[in-house]
């Protein structure tokens, strides 16, 4: 009898907890301009998550398969990938798999997503497919992370409709806002036309060089623009960051005392603190 309740109430317990349990975040690194950190940050992002003890799911969204190399997974075992979570209709579950890093997951992308453009522009409810695809398979993970193409192409804007919020990096240079106010209102766009809830997570400055006199004057420009959405964090350039891809890891296993590692683990931590969750 005693023990009859104290397993009810045991049960009531673990209930009550699971019904406490966030739902997973679902957050687009995106920017349509090529080589502004998108990648380095999903994975450095996704690492000091991990490193955090969050549940983190990695998904490659972008055909170069950047971040699938950058978390040490080489082509010759992507089996199952992001193409054909999008278009075969594979369960995400069978395409996710382990990092080195503890607690840390990936989908990895292929060439071939190249061409799920066009393949896309056939299939009904084309901006869904990848929302579709992982609703339901990711309950186990409280971040994931999507990377994305360098373009506002159909893939982004799946990755868009699949997400609750838009990370964006911007490489502090001259041209830094360039092109952001058409991102903006594509966001605005899909945020009215299919995902009435996706909001802009907030903007980290990349590749800050602190001896480059422009540098201060594009951040203040930045923050004058995005207010309180940018980041106090900014990721400075940092040759570490560049050379840890090439030995497929993040630069936090590479070298997690080097500026660029410190900068991604404040991130984290700044990014739990607004969302009120403790680091
Ligand atoms: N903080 C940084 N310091 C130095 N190099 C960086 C930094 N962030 C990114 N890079 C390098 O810049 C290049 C572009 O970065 P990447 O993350 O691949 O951009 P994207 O995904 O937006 O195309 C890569 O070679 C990367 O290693
Ligand atoms: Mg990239």
Redesign the pocket.
């Known amino acids: 009898m005693v023990d009859d309740l104290v397993e009810r109430s045991e049960d009531q317990a673990a209930q009550a907890v699971a019904g406490r349990k966030r739902r997973p975040r679902v957050i687009a690194?995106a920017?349509q301009?090529?080589?502004?950190?998108?990648?380095?940050?999903?994975?450095n992002l996704a690492t000091a998550l991990a490193a955090a003890r969050k549940s983190v799911l990695v998904i490659d969204f972008?055909p170069?398969g950047?971040?699938s190399t950058?978390l040490g997974v080489g082509r010759s075992v992507r089996k199952t990938t992001s193409y054909n979570v999008l278009m075969d209709g594979i369960p995400l579950d069978r395409a996710v798999m382990p990092t080195a890093i503890p607690g840390l997951s990936i989908v990895t992308s292929s060439v071939h997503l190249a061409g799920a453009e066009l393949e896309l522009v056939e299939r009904e409810k084309r901006e869904f497919r990848l929302k579709n695809a992982i609703h339901g398979c990711i309950a186990d993970f409280e971040y994931v992370l999507i990377?994305c193409p360098?373009s506002l192409n159909l893939l982004t804007l799946n990755a868009f409709c699949a997400a609750d919020a838009v990370l964006v990096?911007l490489?502090v240079e001259f041209y830094a806002l360039e092109g952001l106010s058409h991102l903006v209102s594509t966001i605005e766009r899909v945020r009215r036309a299919f995902n009435p809830t996706l909001e802009i997570l907030g903007v980290v400055l990349?590749?800050?060089d602190k001896r480059n006199n422009l540098s201060e004057m594009v951040a203040a420009d930045v923050r004058a623009h995005f207010g309180a959405k940018v980041y106090q964090t900014i990721?400075?350039?940092?040759?570490?960051?560049?050379?840890?891809?090439s030995h497929g890891k993040p630069v936090l296993l590479y070298d997690w005392r080097c500026p660029?590692s410190q900068?991604y683990i404040h991130l984290a931590s700044e990014i739990l603190k607004r969302e009120g969750i403790a680091a």
């Open positions: 690194v920017n301009k090529g080589g502004v950190g998108k990648t380095t940050t999903a994975v972008d170069q950047n971040a950058g990377d360098p990096p490489q990349t590749m800050f990721i400075p350039r940092n040759v570490r960051v560049s050379e840890a891809p660029g900068a």
